[in-house]
């Protein structure tokens, strides 16, 4: 009704083109095309199609209703991209974008709120094998249990090389994570940590690590030629930190949905299921083709990710350990 009113001012002349497009809010292309459906059809001419002819590619109702009841009887409370991993495991061929719209449009998920701005994140490293990142998250994983998991993974690719639980973080589960490493890849270039109790010795509270006076795990790593490299802050772990928050969103329910409760039984489901799915949809490639790792040779890897003590051998060729004479 609008466009006739101003139609009408414009075929007598009164006012240009581009003034009858202005007071319309278009282009004068967009005019000049109204115009001649107008002239054409009528006002039928002008209402648009869309709105009243369903799409072909449109997903039928059934689809729809599949997804949601799916989605709300075994995956109630799962995030949209952790749930479309597993729609696609089970055989589903739509896209991302389809399966958020229509989880929202239902109520089931909530849209995510904009994110402000952030400071420009540090370049990953170019190369597999040139920074690995070690962390661990205590967290309650299973209903009434908490366990530490222990994640080892490339700063270059966002791979995982090494996850499991332990009862709790320290040396021993550092070693074996490092271990997990080089026995499959190699030895890499350095390690980026917090400043951990078994990583560093800090002799001031927040302060800065001591970086010759070394912990067991620290000796470790410069007897193989590794460079350890502290983190001093949360935000300097950032890609930790974030493979940690989705491993918290995810791991407990898909636990809980393959009825997992004990620590064995979870930590071969990471191994066998959970980690090659999280490295085939989260990893990236590196910025270059090649390695950084390389080969072990020459050493024994038991002789060195191992706690060592000096001890002086007494007069009847004893050493004393732990309230022990060997």
Request: charged share 30%.
């Amino acid at each position: 009704m609008r466009f006739e009113e101003v139609y009408g001012i414009w075929s007598k002349r009164n006012i240009t083109q581009e003034e009858a497009a202005r007071m319309l809010g278009v282009c004068d292309r967009t005019f000049r095309r109204y115009v001649d459906r107008y002239e054409d059809e009528g006002l039928e001419g002008l209402v648009d199609k869309r709105l009243t002819q369903a799409s072909s590619r449109r997903a039928p109702v059934d689809e729809v209703m599949a997804l949601v009841e799916q989605y709300k009887s075994r995956y109630m409370g799962w995030n949209v991209k952790h749930f479309y991993s597993w729609y696609r495991r089970d055989g589903g061929i739509r896209s991302y974008s389809w399966v958020k719209k229509e989880l929202q449009s239902a109520g089931l998920v909530s849209k995510a709120k904009k994110k402000g701005t952030h400071r420009k994140k540090r370049e990953p490293s170019p190369l597999p094998g040139m920074m690995l990142h070690q962390d661990g998250s205590d967290h309650e994983w299973v209903e009434g249990k908490k366990w530490d998991l222990i994640v080892t993974m490339d700063d270059a690719t966002n791979e995982h090389y090494s996850m499991f639980f332990v009862e709790e973080e320290g040396t021993a589960s550092s070693f074996r994570g490092i271990r997990d490493v080089i026995e499959k890849h190699g030895l890499f270039s350095s390690l980026y940590t917090d400043r951990g109790s078994h990583y560093w010795n800090t002799p001031e509270a927040g302060g800065k690590v001591d970086k010759q006076n070394l912990t067991q795990f620290g000796r470790a790593m410069r007897q193989l030629g590794i460079e350890m490299i502290p983190a001093y802050s949360p935000e300097a772990r950032g890609r930790s930190e974030r493979a940690f928050q989705t491993h918290q969103e995810r791991l407990p329910k898909e636990l809980s949905l393959k009825g997992i409760t004990t620590m064995e039984a979870a930590n071969r489901y990471i191994e066998e299921v959970y980690m090659l799915a999280f490295n085939a949809e989260l990893s990236h490639p590196a910025a270059l083709e090649g390695s950084a790792f390389v080969p072990m040779v020459g050493l024994n890897i038991d002789d060195i990710l191992c706690e060592q003590y000096d001890r002086t051998v007494q007069a009847d060729n004893c050493v004393q350990f732990e309230n022990m004479r060997l």
